[in-house]
């Protein structure tokens, strides 16, 4: 009876480590969790991040661009206003002013 007492209480240490290992286990998996969700929160915030960064980009390109084309109409128009006054002074210059 005393082996079977002995037994018992072996048996129920044992029940109760495990129980405590089981415990820490369950706050360490919970933890690991928390920690996961962290994690995904952040790369969500860096991609959203990224995206806006890669839409600036595009922006910044587009206005780029545009001032480019801008550029070269400014230049053109400069051209044929040079022209033109070239053109307008000739004519100037073949009349002649009698005082």
Do not use: P, W
């Not at 820490?24 to 962290?38: F, G, P």
């Not at 994690?39 to 661009?65: D, K, L, P, W, Y």
């Not at 001032?67 to 006054?85: G, H, I, M, Y």
């Amino acid at each position: 009876m005393e082996k079977s007492s002995k037994k018992v209480n072996s048996g129920s240490e044992v029940i109760m480590k495990v129980q405590d290992q089981l415990q820490e286990m369950i706050l360490l998996v919970e933890e690991s969790s928390t920690i996961a969700q962290q994690i995904n929160i952040a790369i969500q915030q860096q991609t959203s991040a990224s995206e806006q960064v890669v839409s600036s980009m595009r922006e910044i390109e587009s206005v780029s661009q545009k001032t480019a084309q801008d550029a070269k109409q400014s230049t053109s128009v400069l051209k044929d206003l040079t022209t033109q006054t070239e053109e307008l002074n000739h004519i100037i210059g073949t009349f002649k002013i009698n005082s």
